[in-house]
């Protein structure tokens, strides 16, 4: 049966959801969705829910999460404008795999991540439905505050 709904989306990493747009240029231009910035704290990237890994860069920097039949859901670390070339990442998973809510995909070096340019140490989370001639659901992202990873909710309804 397909699926087509939004599913509960949990913080894939512990770190702070900040009042700020992502700031990728690609992001910018709502090509991969609409989202929030986190500032990571944690040292792992866990799936926020279940789904399909279709895409992740060489250095864990992007990551592309087929999530249904509608909607997809992107990570993308520090600026995106140079992907697969993060320092402070190290993958844990594989492209084109079924990953289930709470999985760790990408190791984090917390040192060497504050060692880099703010803009180097901020995820951005974004959905959106690629195929779909519908509109996309109606739900509202967290407020800015501190979240913990695989336990804070991203979205309501």
């Known amino acids: 049966m397909a699926t087509s709904k939004l599913p509960s989306l949990y913080a894939p990493v512990t770190g702070r959801v ?13 090509l991969l969705g609409q989202g929030i910035v986190i500032e990571m704290t944690g040292s792992t990237l866990y799936a926020p829910a279940d789904g399909e890994l279709n895409h992740i860069s060489s250095s864990g920097d992007y990551l592309s999460l087929r999530l249904n039949d509608t909607y997809s859901l992107q990570l993308v670390t520090g600026s995106g404008d140079a992907f697969g070339t993060h320092p402070a990442l190290t993958v844990l998973c594989r492209e084109q795999t079924q990953v289930k809510y709470g999985d760790p995909l990408v190791k984090i070096n917390q040192s060497l991540l504050r060692s880099l340019k703010p803009i180097q140490q901020r995820l951005a989370v974004l959905v959106c439905a690629p195929d779909s001639a519908q509109p996309i659901e109606p739900f509202d992202w967290l407020q800015p505050g501190l979240i913990t990873a695989k336990d804070s ?3 309501t309804y």
């Open 18 to 30: 900040i009042a700020a747009q992502p700031t990728a240029a690609v992001c910018q231009q709502g």
């Open 153 to 155: 909710p991203l979205i």
